[in-house]
């Protein structure tokens, strides 16, 4: 996946490749895509991972941008070079995104405060027992404990109860990304609650200690 320009093409050979890929990606060829795709994956990770310094996050937005840059190829001047040109609107990309997101969190942070989320709604009868308060809040601790961007889409699908679509819309994600930050955060949520629920002794326990490191590996992965 390394660029066609590190492996010492020509720049102008390589431009005018890039050029006809362009071309054929706007006639509908998949294939001519999935070149450019291979050819620049790599640059475009390395730009958003110095935006987000998290691997998965960095995988995520880099689908984010190819989708993104997809869309914009009818706007690719011929006179620029398709790498400066890429090069340019990913760094736009990532920057829009690192304002909305943070404009987002301030939002977010007040819709759903972890102390705000309404829990109490799952054992709101009036003879609900101390051991179920208790549970909530285990839960609103575990949830706070999640990073930010997998709270949201976790708290959104499975407090709030909105479908993959609106999510998506409301933080303008692809639908694959919505759904994979809602699987990861489901199992960092889930291990969280069982270092709660254990409590500190057995988290002081070192096998404990490598089975959560363990899992909040696969939990990237």
């Not at 390395?46 to 984010?64: C, G, M, N, P, S």
């Amino acid at each position: 996946m390394h660029s066609a320009r590190s492996n010492g093409a020509a720049p102008a050979a390589r431009d005018k490749a890039d050029a006809d890929l362009v071309d054929r990606c706007l006639k509908g060829e998949a294939a001519a895509w999935a070149s450019l795709v291979q050819t620049y994956w790599r640059r475009v990770f390395h730009i958003a991972y110095k935006f987000v310094a998290r691997f998965d996050e960095a995988e995520d937005l880099t689908q984010e941008i190819f989708v993104k840059l997809f869309n914009a190829l009818p706007t690719y001047d011929r006179r620029a070079s398709f790498d400066t040109w890429l090069t340019r609107i990913t760094r736009n990309l990532c920057i829009d995104r690192y304002r909305r997101q943070r404009r987002e969190e301030r939002t977010f942070t007040a819709d759903v405060d972890p102390d705000a989320i309404p829990l109490d709604e799952l054992v709101s009868r009036p003879d609900a027992t101390l051991e179920q308060r208790d549970q909530i809040s285990m839960v609103r601790r575990a949830l706070a404990a999640l990073p930010e961007t997998y709270r949201q889409a976790v708290t959104l699908r499975d407090i709030h109860e909105w479908n993959y679509e609106e999510i998506a819309r409301r933080l303008q994600l692809p639908e694959g990304t919505v759904k994979s930050r809602i699987n990861r955060g489901r199992k960092e949520l889930a291990r969280h609650l069982r270092m709660l629920q254990s409590g500190p002794r057995a988290g002081a326990n070192p096998a404990n200690r490598a089975r959560d490191r363990q899992e909040t590996v696969n939990a990237k992965n």
